[in-house]
C-alpha cells in the first residue's frame, strides 16, 4: 500500500557548513555574512543539527544519521537522492559543483545495501541541467502527482523524463520569489501530506496557478500561507510518522512562530503534533530549513 510519509528518515551531520558561494546566486533566502568564519558557522550549525536530531528522536521518530565530509558546505540537505517503496532510489542532477560531491561512494553505498539505483541523473550536470530531488519536486506520492516550480535548478524536461520513468504525473508551474526572481526550491514554498497540501499560491505566475491549485483541490484540503510567510520558511516542512505509526509535521521554529494561532489549529486537526527546532542560522547561511534537511527512506 502507498503511502505519503515515512517512518524512518535520514540527516547528514556536516562536517563543513558555510553559506555556499556556489548557490548563492539562485537561492535567495542564503545571506552571506563576512563576519563570521566557516569554523564558527559550522559550530553554530552543529548544535542546531543536535537539536533537531535529539527532538526527532525524543518524538519517537527514527532517525539514522551519516557523517558528511569536507568540501561540501550544503551536505546537511541531502535531497540529492529520493527513495521509493520499492526500494529503489534515483539519484539527481546538482548545480553546485561543490554539491555533486555530496553523492558520494560511502553515502550512495549505504543507501544501496536496502535500495538498488534506478535512476542516475548526474550526467545531466554536464550538460547544464538541474533537478535537485526532492528540493525540486514536492511529491503527491499516493496519487503519484509530481509538482515543480521551474527555475535554473529545476528543469522541466528532465522532470517529465523522471515522471515518465517513475509513473508520476507533473505540474508544473512558474514562480516569482520576493527578489523578482525564480522561487529556486519547490519545497520552500508548499509541501503535501496525507491529508493537507499547504502552498503559497500567490508566488505562483497567473497563467498556472488555477491548474496547480485545481489539481490539489481535487486530492486534498489546502491551506495557504503569504509570501511574508514563506520566506520565514512556513512551505519547508515534512510530514513523518512516528514508531506508532501516528504522523507529525516537522518545521523550524522560524515557521512555527510565523504561523497564526488559526493556522496552527487548522496544522494540528491533521496532526498529532507539530515538532519544531530552532534552526535560525542553518536558514540564515543554507537558505533551507526543516525539510530540507530530511530524507525520507520508504
Not at 120 to 142: A, C, K, M
Request: proline content about 1%; glycine content about 4%; hydrophobic content about 30%.
Amino acid at each position: 500500500m502507498l503511502s505519503q510519509s515515512t517512518n524512518h528518515i535520514l540527516l547528514i551531520k556536516p562536517a563543513e557548513f558555510y553559506c555556499n558561494e556556489q548557490t548563492i546566486e539562485t537561492n535567495h533566502y542564503q545571506i552571506l555574512d563576512k563576519k563570521k568564519t566557516k569554523k564558527e558557522m559550522l559550530q553554530e550549525a552543529l548544535l542546531e543539527f543536535k537539536a533537531f536530531e535529539n527532538n526527532l528522536k525524543r518524538n519517537k521518530i527514527k532517525v539514522t544519521t551519516l557523517m558528511g565530509q569536507v568540501g561540501c558546505p550544503d551536505n546537511i540537505f541531502p535531497n540529492w537522492a529520493v527513495s521509493h517503496n520499492d526500494q529503489t532510489i534515483d539519484l539527481f542532477s546538482m548545480l553546485g559543483k561543490n554539491r555533486r560531491l555530496e553523492k558520494s561512494k560511502k553515502h550512495i553505498s549505504f543507501l544501496n545495501q536496502t535500495y538498488s539505483t534506478k535512476n542516475d541523473y548526474s550526467d545531466s550536470e554536464n550538460e547544464s541541467i538541474f533537478l535537485e530531488g526532492t528540493s525540486s519536486l514536492v511529491l503527491d506520492r499516493i496519487n503519484h502527482l509530481a509538482y515543480m516550480g521551474i527555475s535554473g535548478r529545476s528543469d522541466p524536461d528532465l522532470a517529465q523524463q523522471w515522471c515518465n520513468s517513475r509513473g508520476y504525473k507533473l505540474i508544473k508551474f512558474s514562480t516569482k520569489s520576493h527578489t523578482g526572481n525564480a522561487i529556486y526550491h519547490t519545497d520552500v514554498m508548499m509541501y503535501i501530506g496525507t491529508e493537507l497540501a499547504v502552498i503559497c499560491s500567490e508566488c505562483i505566475d497567473n497563467n498556472t496557478r488555477e491548474l496547480v491549485l485545481e489539481s490539489l483541490q481535487s486530492t486534498h484540503h489546502i491551506m495557504e500561507i503569504s509570501s511574508e510567510q514563506l520566506i520565514s520558511f512556513c512551505g519547508n516542512c515534512i510530514e513523518v510518522c512516528d514508531e506508532n505509526n501516528e504522523s507529525h509535521l516537522i518545521m523550524s521554529s522560524t515557521a512555527y512562530q510565523s504561523y497564526s494561532k488559526q493556522q496552527k489549529e487548522v496544522l494540528l486537526k491533521h496532526y498529532k503534533s507539530i515538532i519544531h527546532s530552532k534552526l535560525e542560522s542553518i536558514e540564515k547561511y543554507g537558505g533551507g530549513s526543516a525539510r530540507c534537511m530530511i530524507m525520507e527512506l520508504f
